[in-house]
């Protein structure tokens, strides 16, 4: 059985020696951590936790009843104690007066900053009032796949009597507010002995006297749904059973390499997007099925799956049996738009006077039977969390439609969870995106001083990057660093030589199906040698060329293909060096080599201007802290040159300059980003020296 869609019992995470000693709002946290920490509990975000706890009040010393709930934006699985949003309960009961019923509901939102105890800055999410008035100390809210997977189907309310009897309440489909709050009061207070309640096509609420009956009693429905489900499956095909095969995992990536950078271009006009590939067996379940089309085309169910989805994916006419790849390519434009006006003629049926305004109509999800799942977001994370969202909802399609007949939300409903003035407040407040953003970046000479430096440069920009090194253990570490830094889903590394055509074409389809393509190339791998001419043999001459020249080239091609491809433009940023304009003694190869990096530069610029891609030089000098390059001979033998010791050379390199400063690998970068970024949206063909001032590399 899949480990997603499988029958396995959910794990009893709580360990009572490890919450021995905590407070009750400890508790909350340790509860809600290990709830979140199984997607089949509830997925990236989704569902809230809360507790209602007797504190001293600051004000007036007596001992007041307060809600901990998990604020609005939070992830119960990796929230800490900062992620609750705490409010008076007395309070939120006061509000009760004011409602004026459900065509003003969205208002309440507005009072529940006048409930916050302690000037608590977390905001209080839609769902407050909802665990609020639930009449019990602890309250769970979760997206269970296999509860989810009732809860949409036809039957839904006969399924939950027939499974769960008069323990499990049911509520018919009801948008997240306050007055879904006021059902739950009710339902709670005329049910007194239930345990929860399942609501249609959104999810579960439970609740217990303490943390740990709480938790209890959620695990414990998710399993009897999770139990039933199975044994209702068992001999059945699910999706209609399979009418395509998978292919191989590497013809799958290959297959991934190929159409993302085609849909990445089409779907980044607002802004560059980011790709995330899945071919996971739960993802092949599907894609492969007889009924895909048909449960895709009826959008998904959970509100929190389609915010991250959209109402239904895009499906590519990819026929694994046959092949037919270049077809697909060559249709792509006309799905696409034709997708893009489905979009835009559901936005016009749905919209109210106030609804704003239509938002970007480019599908989120791809599927492609026989190769897997693609989703593109404004970044990594965002479409990574996606396709676990659309997996989510393969689940719950794969169980409605196995015991009944599945549906997703009417599309009205979904319109105005999409658009809800509420959410559109939300991505407002949202933090405008930084300069590289949704840029995907490939540095070679990665785990080196400068590639490092650049990487990291590129990162605190919001730019995705692809480490590129021959060193396959400085490169672990560099990435292990920058992750740590920026998250591991922002950085991806490869162990690429740059003078292997293969290794340099499986590199940039690397970053093709991890990222959906390339935006910036960053040519930074080199060597440094110095000998004599008469020393020179032809086996350092052909490695200087090999690396500083042919490797150029190479990476410099497979670049250009990519973004040929998406037609989104692009950077390419060379390494070069003041060797490169200005000789040096006893350096003949490294510095030829490095001047022919220059003039590829100069052509490049010329044959990628028709379409956006601009091509320009950083020339440094002398940046010896963290570069490789002078940690061995090359470091000995220019000291040699110019007569001086290691220690003395970095003072020779900074008295000689006109500004008397040492030039770092942080400097570099600094002139990596200028060039990769908008702010030098109108350079190309240009050589930006930045070796603190050698009169001899001014450029003419």
């Given at each position: 059985?899949?480990e997603t ?7 009893r ?6 919450a ?8 909350l946290?340790?509860?809600s951590n290990?709830?979140?920490s199984?997607k089949r509990?509830?997925?990236y ?12 009040d ?10 901990w ?9 990796s929230m ?21 019923g459900v ?5 309440m939102?507005?009072?529940?900053p ?5 000037l608590?800055?977390r ?8 665990h609020a008035?639930?009449?019990r100390?602890?309250v769970?809210?979760?997206h269970?796949d296999?509860?989810?997977?009732i809860?949409?189907s036809k ?8 499974i ?5 309440g049911w509520?018919p ?6 007055e ?12 007194p002995d239930?345990d ?6 959104h999810?579960l ?11 209890d009693?959620s695990?414990d ?6 139990k039933?489900l199975s ?5 059945i ?13 590497e013809r ?10 085609a849909i990445?271009?089409?779907v ?10 899945n ?10 099925s007889?009924?895909?089309?048909q449960?895709a085309?009826?959008g998904?169910?959970c ?10 994916p895009l ?20 799905q ?6 489905d979009y ?5 049926r ?10 970007d109509p ?6 492609v039977?026989?190769v897997?799942m ?11 969390i996606?396709g ?10 794969r ?13 009205q ?9 509420l959410e559109?407040a ?6 405008k995106?930084k ?6 970046a490939l ?5 080196g ?7 990291q ?18 490169l672990a570490?560099t ?7 920026h ?10 030589n740059?003078t292997?055509?293969?290794?340099v074409?499986?590199a ?17 791998a080199?060597?440094?040698?110095s000998a004599?001419?008469e020393e ?5 001459w052909?490695k ?7 490797g150029?080239f190479?990476?410099s ?12 433009g692009?950077?390419?940023?060379f ?5 490169g ?6 350096a003949?190869?490294y510095?030829?080599?490095?001047a ?7 052509c ?5 201007g028709?379409?956006?891609i601009?091509?320009n ?5 002398a ?7 002078w940690e ?5 033998q220019r000291?040699g040159?110019y007569?001086t ?14 500004l ?5 690998p942080?400097?570099?970068?600094e002139a990596c980003y ?5 702010i030098?949206?109108k350079?190309t063909?240009n050589?930006?020296?930045v ?10």
């Amino acid at each position: 059985m899949l480990e997603t869609l499988d029958s396995k019992l959910l794990d009893r995470r709580w360990v009572d020696q490890d919450a021995e000693g905590m407070s009750e709002s400890e508790l909350l946290l340790y509860r809600s951590n290990i709830l979140g920490s199984d997607k089949r509990v509830t997925n990236y975000g989704g569902g809230n936790t809360s507790a209602k706890i007797i504190e001293t009040d600051p004000l007036t010393g007596e001992q007041v009843e307060v809600l901990w709930v998990k604020g609005s934006g939070g992830d119960i699985g990796s929230m800490k104690m900062d992620g609750f949003a705490t409010l008076y309960m007395d309070k939120l009961h006061a509000l009760k007066a004011l409602y004026r019923g459900v065509e003003f509901e969205d208002e309440m939102v507005g009072y529940l900053p006048h409930c916050t105890f302690k000037l608590n800055p977390r905001a209080a999410s839609i769902d407050t009032p909802l665990h609020a008035y639930v009449p019990r100390k602890h309250v769970d809210h979760v997206h269970a796949d296999a509860i989810i997977a009732i809860a949409a189907s036809k039957n839904s309310e006969a399924l939950t009597r027939q499974i769960f009897g008069n323990r499990i309440g049911w509520l018919p489909w009801k948008r997240p507010g306050y007055e879904l709050g006021l059902w739950l009061e009710k339902f709670c207070l005329d049910n007194p002995d239930a345990d929860g309640v399942v609501l249609e096509s959104h999810g579960l609420f439970t609740w217990g006297d303490t943390a740990r009956a709480c938790y209890d009693q959620s695990i414990d429905v998710i399993n009897v749904a999770t139990k039933w489900l199975s044994g209702q499956s068992r001999g059945i095909a699910p999706f209609g059973g399979p009418i395509h095969d998978s292919l191989s995992p590497e013809r799958r990536r290959a297959m991934a390499a190929r159409l993302m950078p085609a849909i990445r271009g089409f779907v980044s006009g607002n802004q560059h997007m980011v790709g995330h590939f899945n071919d996971s067996d739960a993802v092949l379940e599907f894609v492969n099925s007889r009924d895909m089309a048909q449960l895709a085309a009826l959008g998904t169910s959970c509100p929190d799956h389609f915010l991250r989805t959209k109402i239904r994916p895009l499906v590519v006419p990819f026929d694994p049996a046959v092949g037919n790849i270049e077809d697909v390519l060559a249709g792509l434009p006309k799905q696409v738009e034709t997708y893009r006006k489905d979009y835009a003629a559901y936005y016009e049926r749905c919209k109210h006077d106030d609804s704003p305004a239509l938002r970007d109509p480019n599908a989120v999800v791809y599927l492609v039977p026989g190769v897997g799942m693609i989703t593109f977001a404004k970044d990594k994370s965002t479409a990574r969390i996606s396709g676990e969202f659309y997996v989510n909802a393969i689940n719950v399609m794969r169980g409605a439609s196995t015991v009944s007949e599945y549906q997703g939300l009417p599309e009205q409903e979904a319109f105005d969870i999409e658009y809800w003035l509420l959410e559109e407040a939300k991505l407002q407040r949202m933090p405008k995106p930084k300069s590289l953003a949704g840029r995907v970046a490939l540095v070679t000479g990665g785990a080196g001083g400068i590639g490092s430096a650049t990487a990291q440069r590129y990162l605190s920009e919001g730019a995705c990057v692809v480490l590129a090194d021959v060193n396959e253990d400085a490169l672990a570490a560099t990435k292990e660093t920058l992750a740590a830094r920026h998250g591991k889903d922002a950085v991806r590394s490869v162990v690429m030589n740059v003078t292997n055509e293969e290794a340099v074409a499986a590199a940039f389809a690397d970053a093709r199906v991890e990222f959906g393509g390339v935006d910036i190339l960053v040519s930074n791998a080199g060597i440094a040698s110095s000998a004599p001419i008469e020393e020179t043999s032809l086996a350092l001459w052909n490695k200087n060329m090999d690396i500083l020249s042919t490797g150029y080239f190479l990476v410099s091609r497979e670049a250009f293909k990519v973004m040929r491809l998406q037609d989104l433009g692009g950077s390419v940023v060379f390494v070069a060096s003041k060797n490169g304009l200005a000789a040096s003694p006893n350096a003949a190869a490294y510095c030829t080599a490095k001047a022919s990096e220059i003039h590829l530069a100069r052509c490049l610029a010329l044959e990628g201007g028709e379409t956006g891609i601009r091509v320009n030089v950083v020339n440094p000098d002398a940046v010896l802290r963290g570069s490789r390059i002078w940690e061995g001979d090359w470091l000995e033998q220019r000291a040699g040159t110019y007569g001086t010791d290691k220690e003395g050379l970095e003072e020779m390199y900074r008295q000689r300059s006109l500004l008397k400063r040492s030039v770092y690998p942080e400097d570099i970068a600094e002139a990596c980003y200028f060039f990769a970024a908008d702010i030098s949206a109108k350079s190309t063909g240009n050589i930006l020296n930045v070796d603190a001032g050698n009169v001899q590399a001014f450029t003419r």
